[in-house]
């Protein structure tokens, strides 16, 4: 509002839209200060979701995602997902796992 020279904010009657969450925490130090407060309405909005083929996952609340790859070779997909709360967005990469040389240690392996 202040950036764009903006001379208020119009609300129009959302009384029955049940898409529309409670508002006035964010607008009421506008109204009483002039200056607006940006809040994040609800928190789980654009967390990333992640999900795994196979293997196992930890993490990525971040955007880092610890994967341990499953045992056995062959394609195995990775998947994060973002949500707004009303549309879903999903993106996936697909990695083809290797059988690992026998010759190659672990590691803190022996």
């Known amino acids: 509002i202040s950036q764009y020279k903006l001379g208020g904010v119009a609300v129009e009657d959302a009384s029955d839209d049940v898409y529309l969450g409670n508002i006035w925490p964010a607008l009421t130090p506008f109204i009483s200060s ?3 407060v940006l809040l994040q309405p609800n928190p789980n909005d654009l967390a990333p979701s992640w999900r ?3 293997g196992t996952a930890e993490g990525g ?3 880092v995602l610890e ?3 499953p045992a056995e070779p062959g394609e195995q997909s990775v998947y994060l997902t973002l949500s707004d709360g009303v549309a879903r967005f999903e993106s996936v ?13 672990v590691a803190g392996g022996r």
């Open 34 to 36: 002039g200056q607006p």
């Open 52 to 54: 795994v083929t196979k």
């Open 61 to 63: 609340r971040n955007g």
């Open 67 to 69: 994967w341990t790859t």
């Open 93 to 105: 990469i697909v990695a083809n796992i290797q059988q690992r040389d026998a010759r190659t240690p």
